[in-house]
């Protein structure tokens, strides 16, 4: 596995077909983790969504190889990195990129922007990450090219702020309550920028930060690598940013990045992350989110909030879908 610098586009995949193809999949995920939220059991949780996701998957007109999923094989019996999911016969060749519950704490305590998301793109357009952290400084579209990684937090904050036309005051940080962040989340304090901290969910906050009206308007700090492309992915499509680079916490670590031929001192830019020339984000809403609501589930079925996009077609949808558990004549829809 290598870092791809040079995207075959030989192949050029269908995005509307791909999008309407996997939407279900990722849907069926959100409803099965959904009917799980506040059981107090994270494992339980991912569990449901990860075998609702695979087995929606065999349905697919799809050649797909999983390039980020639930881990090496050995460490997960499904959705694990190279596995072959869909149609080995489909034309529709493609890279997957998955986290059928990203903030599975979010859902097992009952807790907001719990998501299932999934990213294509043709074959060696999504970096194939290890799974360690990953530095990050995810900005709007009006301050991509503007800021640097490697700055004071303090002075990135005010060239965001100029970008948004907004004063320091105004501006709302999303961070991981962690430790690590602890000297982060000082300096912020100190230059008197708001600051949303998360329990989980830096995928759910990075995609929130490109999309005016949601109140976020920067991701900063220390999170997993494999989100952090499915967030590029997403931030392609949208036009934000994300700076990230490799955070290995040993040698060991180092060693795997090199390995995998990624270069774990280099800063990766959205670009880096996600070079793929068609791409496919979906999402979908598991608990009541700042983007996307959760799963309402009704006597007859459960209605799903999802956000689809496509990079080179350039669209961007909300879709609403109703999945009944029963077709009787008469059964009632409200249209909320």
């Not at 390039?67 to 149609?87: Q, S, T, W």
């Not at 709007?140 to 320091?168: F, H, M, N, Q």
Request: proline content about 4%; charged content about 25%; aromatic content about 2%.
């Amino acid at each position: 596995m290598t870092l791809v610098t040079d995207v075959d586009v030989s192949m050029q995949p269908d995005e509307s077909f791909i999008a309407l193809e996997l939407l279900p999949v990722v849907e069926q995920a959100a409803i099965e983790s959904a009917k799980l939220m506040g059981c107090g059991d994270r494992n339980a949780a991912d569990q449901a969504a990860t075998e609702a996701m695979r087995q929606a998957m065999d349905g697919c007109d799809v050649d797909g190889t999983i390039v980020i999923g639930e881990g090496e094989r050995d460490e997960a019996p499904m959705l694990f990195i190279g596995e072959k999911v869909g149609n080995a016969s489909s034309e529709h060749k493609i890279d997957i990129a998955v986290d059928p519950l990203e903030g599975t704490n979010l859902c097992a305590t009952g807790a907001n922007n719990a998501i299932a998301v999934m990213a294509v793109s043709e074959p060696g357009g999504l970096l194939h990450a290890p799974d360690i952290y990953m530095d990050k400084l995810i900005v709007p579209s009006s301050a991509v090219g503007k800021v640097d990684l490697d700055a004071p937090i303090a002075e990135t904050v005010k060239i965001v702020a100029e970008c948004l036309d907004r004063e320091v005051p105004e501006m709302v940080v999303t961070v991981l309550d962690r430790t690590r962040h602890e000297k982060l989340i000082s300096e912020l304090r100190k230059v008197g920028a708001r600051i949303k901290l998360i329990g989980d969910g830096d995928l759910s906050a990075g995609i929130t930060v490109a999309v005016r009206g949601t109140g976020v308007h920067m991701v900063a700090g220390a999170g997993g690598a494999p989100e952090g492309v499915i967030t590029a992915a997403a931030l392609k499509c949208l036009g934000g940013e994300i700076l990230a680079r490799l955070a290995p916490k040993d040698d060991a670590q180092r060693e795997r990045c090199e390995r995998m031929g990624v270069n774990p001192d280099k800063l990766l830019r959205t670009e880096d992350l996600a070079p793929g020339k068609h791409i496919v984000f979906i999402a979908s809403g598991v608990t009541r989110g700042d983007l996307l609501d959760g799963v309402r589930f009704f006597g007859n079925g459960a209605r799903v909030d999802s956000l689809m996009m496509t990079y080179s077609s350039k669209v961007v949808r909300f879709v609403e879908s109703i999945h009944l558990t029963e077709r009787e004549q008469g059964v009632p829809i409200r249209r909320e």
